[in-house]
């Protein structure tokens, strides 16, 4: 009877070694770039009370409503895996008075797995990962084009392909409301033409039609109202200040006055980051300003704006290969079967100094052996034969050079660091 063996479940992927390394290096310029700029990350649980995510993200989100995933506990508490980031930062800014004392600026980043039960398509997974950014406490505009200067600084020096930033202000609470009347009316008027979700939600949450990706509803949207002509004075003199700082720093933008991003915690400034092929679902970064979430999750009024990266479509949109170094050995060590023993004990004593080491766990022919030390990446092979053992001394190969030498055994640790930091 034929096995049949257990594969991982639909939507979700692993990462393995020859793409890690890549993941990595991926991960250590964001880490640097957060430093350039004060971040200090924050790791947060995988899962949450699952009130987190509906206060947060928002009761008429297709997050909330369809995608999550949420289960009850033993103890009947209801729990959901995080499906994005900010509402958990949020939280934790919260329960750990990070706003003290008052005008405090907190700067955090995190990276990590999300999970939303979607159709899994190119470069989506119901098991994805995000890189992501909240700055609290700050209300100027110059904070919103700092963040966006952060996240472009990254995007370049990952050699995205063909990026453009997309910008809009979505007002607030005084020019919202004149505006979502204006939208209401126009969708009323054309209710027959919209999907059966957004002729059910149109009403309670008019925006949400804009990020439908129903054909009839794209096409209802493009003649409908936009937030643009309804922005009270304080929101349009944010907004220019926000296109002032961006075009200060040299970074393009496009206006788009029909972005309104995917969930409903957003005020004023909103970005989205696209790159070449990727075909219509092409965002790979985005995010804007929430300035009432931390107030509405329990916390005080304290203004907000942050971003989000999704890792997977990040990578699949870089274009010149990123140059790195995918972690090779310091040294490989051939040795004959005489000399094991001393080769396992010499592996340990450098290891221990703090080289790299790797070595075969049986013997082969010497051949072989230096095949693998080549193919290893290794600066230095060290050859260990039964001649080696009785002088205590071993071969040290350079395989950049093919010179070699002898080098004694009794202190190898002190020879090679000096070696391999020459």
């Not at 040795?335 to 703090?354: H, K, P, V």
């Not at 693998?372 to 034969?385: E, M, T, V, Y």
């Not at 350079?398 to 660091?417: C, D, F, H, R, Y």
Request: hydrophobic letters at 40%; proline letters at 6%.
């Amino acid at each position: 009877m034929a096995n049949n063996p257990i594969k991982a479940v639909k939507g979700v992927k692993d990462i393995l070694p020859a793409d890690a390394t890549l993941w990595r290096e991926v991960e250590r310029r964001a880490r640097a770039q957060f430093a350039r700029f004060g971040f200090k990350e924050i790791v947060l649980p995988i899962f949450e009370k699952t009130e987190v995510f509906v206060k947060g993200v928002g009761e008429e989100t297709d997050i909330v409503q369809k995608e999550m995933y949420t289960f009850q506990d033993q103890g009947g508490e209801s729990l959901t895996l995080r499906p994005e980031g900010t509402a958990s930062c949020v939280r934790a800014f919260i329960e750990h008075s990070m706003y003290h004392p008052p005008g405090t600026i907190t700067k955090l980043y995190y990276f990590g797995p999300m999970f939303r039960r979607e159709r899994p398509q190119a470069g989506r997974f119901r098991q994805f990962y995000q890189i992501g950014a909240e700055l609290f406490g700050a209300l100027e505009p110059e904070a919103d084009a700092e963040a966006i200067h952060l996240l472009w600084l990254f995007i370049q020096s990952i050699n995205i392909k063909g990026p453009r930033l997309y910008l809009n202000s979505l007002g607030c609470d005084t020019c919202r409301p004149p505006f979502r009347a204006a939208l209401v009316n126009f969708l009323t008027a054309r209710k027959e033409r919209l999907c059966e979700t957004c002729q059910g939600r149109y009403q309670r949450n008019p925006l949400r039609v804009f990020d439908c990706k129903a054909q009839g509803c794209q096409q209802v949207m493009t003649e409908a109202p936009t937030i643009d002509k309804h922005y009270c004075p304080d929101c349009q003199a944010h907004f220019d200040r926000v296109k002032k700082g961006l075009e200060a720093l040299a970074i393009p933008y496009e206006l788009n006055s029909r972005m309104v991003r995917g969930l409903d915690y957003y005020n004023r400034t909103v970005f989205e980051v696209t790159a070449e092929g990727l075909g219509s679902q092409n965002s790979i970064a985005g995010g804007g300003r929430y300035d009432d979430l931390i107030k509405n999750s329990g916390g005080p009024a304290v203004p907000a704006i942050g971003f989000a990266l999704g890792v997977e479509r990040l990578l699949e949109s870089i274009g010149t290969p990123l140059e790195f170094s995918p972690g090779h050995p310091d040294v490989f060590i051939v040795y004959m079967e005489a000399a094991a023993d001393e080769a396992f004990r010499i592996a340990g004593r450098l290891r221990r100094t703090g080289i790299a080491v790797e070595k075969a766990f049986k013997p082969a022919s010497l051949k072989n052996q230096m095949g693998k030390a080549d193919k290893s990446g290794a600066r230095f092979a060290l050859i260990i034969g039964e001649e080696e053992l009785a002088t205590r001394t071993a071969i040290l190969k350079n395989l950049k050079n093919s010179t070699q030498q002898p080098i004694p055994l009794a202190n190898l640790e002190e020879s090679l660091t000096g070696l391999l930091t020459s």
